[in-house]
């Protein structure tokens, strides 16, 4: 028995037994260790480019079902797997790319740019994620039209980055497909909800014009870029040297009128023009707003953080979401 006082523990050999053994605990070097490593690949699997799949959610906003459970966790599992496949599009495109991304201020400090992810751990991460992403399609959407359009997307998603990147003006048009391809696939997927869902050539039209907007926006921004660090063109981007200013502005001013036109007229073709029309006033105050950064600034290098830049933008897309969501939903 331990006697009166005595607070120390001791086998038989004298050894203190109350100290944690070895292993036991993690040093703060190797705690600090994993938490770089695990913000190494959130950065390399640009888990903020993620936000891109609520593109999949479009068609259950335009169908009046934002409110209804039962449609979310039909269209949900769909944008889940275009977020893993993108993060798989993006890791393959980073190692093939990996060259030219030492050649950018930016795109320099990227994980397997710098040296920080070895290829081969790249390249097994890429196939875990897309054999994730179709098995998730099949257990919720079978061999249907929500599988074969995540199919076509990721196999354009190679097209493009074999052949497709270097050329000005189709590395862009291919682009807007792929948003394409997301809003297509949440239509399909709504229709486990409601058969009659589809995604309709107003939503397809205005959407593709959109992503052209944002993809020529990036263009503008990476163009500015280089220009101002005066990095030669076509070193990080070889389509690069087929854009000028002059025609990056024309490109976006048009994207932006044609998108803004197409949404009007679906405003108006609905049978509840009024008040639905009123939805593209925050609409058009967003394109408008973009297009003040687009020509002058380059922040929309990098779209995905544009809301928290500007704003006018966040303001704009969150009372759009409001009447858009109010409207279908009392339709």
């Not at 944690?20 to 938490?35: D, K, N, R, V, Y």
């Not at 690949?41 to 480019?49: F, G």
């Not at 981007?237 to 002059?246: H, P, V």
């Not at 009123?278 to 380059?298: D, E, I, M, Q, R």
Request: proline content about 3%.
């Amino acid at each position: 028995m331990r006697g009166q006082g005595q607070g120390v523990d001791h086998d038989k050999d004298g050894r203190d037994n109350s100290a944690p053994s070895a292993g036991i605990f993690m040093s703060g070097t190797e705690t600090a260790l994993i938490q770089t490593t695990i913000c190494r690949w959130l950065v390399a699997l640009r888990v903020h480019h993620w936000t891109k799949s609520g593109f999949c959610l479009a068609a259950l906003l335009f169908h009046g079902a934002v409110f209804d459970g039962s449609a979310w966790s039909a269209v949900l599992p769909a944008a889940v797997c275009f977020c893993l496949v993108s993060s798989a599009v993006y890791l393959a495109n980073d190692i093939f790319n990996r060259k030219e991304d030492r050649c950018h201020p930016n795109k320099r400090d990227r994980p397997i740019a710098a040296g920080h992810i070895a290829v081969r751990a790249a390249w097994v991460v890429v196939t875990v994620l897309v054999a994730t992403a179709l098995g998730l399609s099949f257990v919720f959407y079978g061999g249907g039209s929500v599988t074969l359009v995540l199919i076509a997307y990721y196999l354009l998603s190679w097209l493009y980055s074999f052949c497709l990147r270097g050329l000005p003006l189709v590395d862009v048009l291919v682009i807007g497909l792929g948003f394409v391809a997301r809003v297509a696939a949440g239509a399909f997927a709504l229709q486990s909800f409601d058969f009659t869902a589809h995604p309709t050539g107003w939503l397809v039209g205005c959407t593709y014009f959109l992503a052209l907007l944002l993809g020529f926006g990036k263009r503008k921004g990476e163009w500015l870029l280089m220009e101002s660090s005066e990095v030669a063109l076509g070193s990080t981007r070889r389509a690069l040297r087929g854009y000028t200013a002059e025609l990056l502005n024309v490109l976006i001013g048009c994207s932006a009128l044609f998108a803004g036109a197409i949404y009007v007229a679906y405003c108006l073709s609905r049978s509840d023009r009024m008040p639905f029309v009123l939805t593209a006033v925050p609409a058009l105050l967003g394109l408008l707003s973009y297009l003040k950064l687009a020509w002058g600034s380059t922040s929309v290098e990098t779209p995905e953080y544009l809301l928290l830049r500007s704003w006018s933008l966040l303001i704009s897309l969150g009372g759009w979401l409001v009447l858009v969501g109010w409207f279908t939903a009392i339709r």
